[in-house]
């Protein structure tokens, strides 16, 4: 492992997930000189956390579920591939600064780096997507993402049973990793309206292109509804109780009130690209009505608006582990070419497969999108519910300053401080937009969406003082 | 084990990994090895972690991924760290940001 | 009159949803930041019809990136009247801040406990004491200001380095939360009846006699009486109706931490706590153009000049950092300017929105909806583009 930043690269990636290990592997296997920067202490990213040092911890945990297993094995070897190709890989650093190519501020060990590059690829995955509801700010209310990590990182499951709310493959991934492992949970409320499922199934056809996901998800739905675990379809209005801790929800199904005692409830709603440095890098993004979300304007080998600037993996869109594989791989090819190392038919004979491969993979997404939809009214909260979770601000506050005159999240945050808070606005951005949109009958795309600015993350004066004035 | 202002337990690991000391609020506790610091505190009964600044209300980890920022702890002397961003080192002292009649430490 | 057919109770929105239309006010303002913001509500205040229009969102907007000092100190070193005019804006904001509350129930969170402007070497603070004598002298004694060794700094602010040399120091200084100020503003102007317009960005203007005809991109307004407020966009506004207003950007970038431990009653240049417990940092000064974007090695330099001054903040952890264009003249005082051609346009031009904002919202409303003011037409000529016309 390199122990010092140098000052330029061909290549700067950033994330070592499964897009930007594979960028990293295939760009340094064609001699360009490659750093990764990546937070976690490991490389693998979410899908592939602790992959190598933890692969004990999930076969403790999860015994013989298959769809684990293949998964951690697949990223056991893509792991060991990154580990040892040639590019410089720094974990546990951050990039937090990335105003040009030519000017990259990496922090690493308390200490500001300058570096620069002729490409960026940002490979920074996704986060999930933060649907608000009473209560969620109550300690005994978390992401299933994060559970998940709880498990990936720590062969950790909930002490009690956990109550599953939202939808999407996750929420049905995690529910069967917990029974499989002997744990039921109290119960799963799922928010998938049977609207959406009947749009769905005009995706279905293109979806059979994607078979093995469909069988994959086939196989979870079997082990939950074998398990047992009640299953709330339709579920609005949920609400969540507790002084200090979460007690007890409220929430309908099919029209039906129902409450659960429980300490721990874990909300997913899908996952969204996590684009705060690709804005912060002055790049575009457009707002997709299908996947509900912003995602980078990108060509069709993932190039920004920012000359150099590359996306992949989830980041450049939710598409999963295996597509990131394959647009990060089209991502290198393009810079390759760019950079003079292959000749356009080269360029063209590369890239190929992985187009192939990358357009069967994607060929599942428009049924997940309509099947999984977050429906509108979850996603336009009101009264006391917190908005903004760091800085404490309601869906009435925020309702209030559109009210006098807000018509931007931005003019929004100035009145109302959401947003400006640690997340820097991850965790409110988008309930803010569809708050302003709803109220406005703006669209989505025409509301806009926070500025991101450098850091992407909270860091020191000190640290920031430390660069090298030179 | 148990803190001043204990909450449940969350999580249990049902693996053995090799264990470290880390200090919570000054006190012991031997968590699994190579967890993250949010990982650590789910572990133990050290939930919440924080008290919000802005209304005081209790907090916990929501994303253990980097972007809520829930989880706001002092790590070794430094506040504001991000504990599910860092992984713990034996030794380490974590102090929760929480409210003592009515006031951040 | 706005011809409505589908209206929602929620302002601006009757544009929103109508198609393009005409309509006609009494006074238009153009620009719906602090200076645009303050003249509206001066206006609707003596009874004018005012419709403000506003520009989108991501527009360069100073005002929601200042940093909030009502100040005094070192203004006027080369203009008597601008100390003066300055001086009696920060005199006039108690009774300001406590009307916008009344009215509002916003507490802007109005700081008046004076303010330093530290130096860090012998040089610099040699430099500040002739600088702060020249506008005490300038302004025969109106302007009021002490220069306090290390000690005296530290009995003011403890937490301040033994390594800063010197300080000015004026009582007359303060400081306001300029984001609760627009906001303040913002509901102060439409309780006094004006209609606020947003996603109003004007694209053009024509005058005629009797009045001015204003474009935006879908819609069309007319009005007898119109006010340019809109920050940089002014220079190529105000030519429309034959005023020379020369604006340039200046680029300021600012650092926000997170809350921590109330320890900083008195603002500088450089550094404010604000009312949340944040601390706003900054104090850049670029000539770049039009360009908001931030740079590193501002930020650090920037970083390593406060922890000069404030070393137990290292730890602190910045949130956010963002750039703002300063509104400047070319000797840096405000420009307001009648237009001579159609003496029913007005322009406000100035880098102290936040200074200013009570003289903006009183005495110069009142100059701009014609009403006798002789004590202070004086005043206000000092600061017409007109000086800059031999240049």
């Known amino acids: ?470 | 084990m148990s803190f001043p202002q204990a909450g449940l337990v969350m999580f249990k690991t049902v693996c053995d990994n090799e264990k470290v000391e880390i200090f919570v609020d000054e006190q012991c506790s031997s968590v699994p090895e190579g967890v993250s610091v949010a990982a650590a505190l789910l572990l133990l009964d050290a939930i919440p972690l924080r008290h919000s600044k802005v209304d005081q209300s209790p907090r916990a980890p929501y994303c253990l991924m980097g972007v809520c920022a829930e989880c706001l702890v002092t790590i070794d002397g430094k506040p504001g760290q991000f504990a599910c961003q860092t992984v713990v080192q034996s030794g380490m002292r974590i102090d929760r940001a929480l409210l003592h009649d009515g006031e951040f430490k | 009159m706005y011809w409505y057919t589908d209206f929602i109770d929620l302002p601006g929105m009757q544009v929103i949803k109508q198609h393009p239309f005409t309509s006609s006010a009494d006074t238009i303002v153009v620009g719906g930041g602090l200076v645009g913001a303050s003249i509206a509500s001066g206006l609707a205040r003596v009874s004018r019809k005012v419709t403000v229009l506003d520009g989108d969102d991501t527009d360069f907007r100073s005002s929601r990136g200042n940093f909030g000092l009502v100040w005094v100190q070192g203004k006027g070193v080369n203009s008597a009247p601008y100390a003066q005019w300055t001086g009696t804006a920060a005199k006039a904001w108690p009774d300001f801040a406590a009307e916008l509350l009344d009215t509002t129930g916003v507490d802007v969170q109005l700081q008046q406990t004076g303010g330093i402007d530290y130096c860090l070497t012998e040089a610099e603070f040699h430099a500040q004491a002739v600088k702060m004598q020249q506008v005490h002298e300038y302004t025969e004694g109106l302007f009021e200001f002490q220069l306090l060794d290390n000690k005296e700094i530290r009995a003011l602010v403890p937490q301040v380095s033994e390594a800063v040399f010197g300080a000015s120091y004026s009582e007359q200084d303060g400081h306001v939360n300029p984001l609760k100020l627009l906001k303040a503003l913002h509901i102060s102007m439409q309780i006094l009846g004006c209609e606020y317009l947003p996603n109003q960005s004007v694209i053009n203007i024509e005058a005629q006699a009797g009045g001015f005809t204003v474009k935006t991109k879908n819609n069309r307004f007319v009005c007898e009486k119109l006010v340019l407020a809109g920050g940089l966009a002014n220079t190529e506004l105000a030519k429309k109706v034959g005023m020379s207003v020369p604006l340039r950007p200046n680029q300021g970038q600012l650092l926000i931490t997170e809350r921590v431990e109330p320890f900083l009653k008195i603002p500088s240049i450089h550094i404010r706590q604000t009312d949340e417990g944040t601390l706003q940092i900054g104090d850049s000064h670029a000539d770049i153009g039009y360009d908001d974007s931030t740079s590193l090695q501002v930020l650090a330099m920037i970083s390593r000049r406060l922890l000069k001054i404030f070393p137990h903040l290292s730890g602190a952890n910045v949130i956010r950092s963002w750039a703002a264009l300063r509104v400047l003249t070319p000797d840096g005082l405000p420009i307001y300017e009648r237009s001579e051609k159609w003496p029913n346009a007005y322009t406000v031009n100035c880098h102290s929105g936040v200074t200013l904002a009570a003289q903006h919202a009183t005495v110069l409303s009142r100059w701009i909806a014609d009403e006798e003011l002789d004590n202070v037409q004086g005043i206000i000529n000092e600061f017409s583009a007109g000086r800059f016309s031999d240049v």
């Open chain 1, 1 to 470: 492992m390199p122990v010092e930043i140098d000052s330029h690269y061909d290549v700067v990636v950033i994330g070592a997930g499964p897009a930007g290990m594979t960028a990293a592997i295939m760009l340094s296997e064609y001699d360009l000189k490659v750093a990764v920067f990546d937070e976690q202490a490991e490389p693998g990213g979410q899908i592939y956390r602790n992959v190598q040092s933890a692969g004990n911890v999930l076969s403790t945990v999860l015994g013989n579920d298959p769809y684990s297993r293949i998964t951690a094995s697949h990223g056991r070897k893509l792991v060991d591939r990154f580990v040892a190709c040639n590019a410089s890989y720094f974990p546990q650093s951050l990039v937090w600064n990335l105003e040009s190519l030519s000017c990259i501020a990496v922090r690493l060990n308390n200490t500001v780096h300058q570096t620069s590059a002729r490409y960026v690829v940002i490979a920074t995955g996704a986060q999930e997507r933060p649907v608000v509801f009473a209560g969620w700010e109550l300690p005994g209310v978390m992401g299933v993402g994060a559970a998940q990590i709880m498990l990936k990182s720590a062969g950790a499951l909930p002490q009690t049973s956990p109550v599953l709310y939202g939808s999407g493959p996750l929420l049905y991934l995690y529910a069967a990793q917990i029974i499989t492992s002997g744990l039921l949970p109290a119960a799963i409320l799922d928010t998938a309206s049977t609207r959406g499922l009947i749009r769905s199934l005009k995706y279905l056809p293109g979806a059979l292109r994607a078979k093995k996901y469909l069988k994959d998800g086939v196989g979870l739905l079997k082990t939950v509804s074998r398990s047992g675990v009640p299953n709330y379809k339709n579920v609005t209005a949920l609400n969540a109780f507790g002084d200090s801790m979460l007690k007890r929800i409220e929430f309908t199904s099919d029209s039906k009130i129902t409450h659960i005692e429980t300490e721990l409830l874990l909300s997913h709603h899908g996952v969204i690209p996590e684009i705060q440095l690709l804005r912060a890098a002055g790049a575009e993004s457009d707002w997709s009505e299908s996947a509900q979300c912003w995602q980078p304007s990108l060509d069709k080998w993932g190039a920004s608006s920012v000359e150099g600037l590359y996306v992949c993996g989830d980041g450049a869109g939710i598409s999963g582990a295996y597509s990131a594989e394959y647009n990060a791989e089209l991502a290198s090819i393009d810079i390759l070419y760019r950079a003079g190392v292959v000749v356009t038919s080269e360029r063209d004979r590369l890239a190929a497969e992985p187009r192939v491969r990358s357009r069967r993979d994607k060929a599942i997404r428009p049924f997940l999108e309509s099947r999984y939809r977050v429906p509108d009214e979850l996603l336009h909260p009101s009264g006391n519910t917190i908005v903004c979770r760091c800085e404490s601000v309601t869906a009435d506050q925020v309702t209030t300053a559109v009210e006098q005159g807000c018509r931007g999240p931005n003019q929004v945050k100035s009145f109302t401080r959401c947003g400006m808070g640690a997340c820097q606005g991850r965790m409110c951005g988008p309930t803010v937009e569809a708050i302003v949109s709803g109220l406005t009958g703006c669209e989505r795309s025409e509301v806009g969406h926070f500025r991101a600015r450098s850091p992407v993350r909270p860091i020191s004066l000190g640290t920031i003082a430390s660069l090298d004035p030179s």
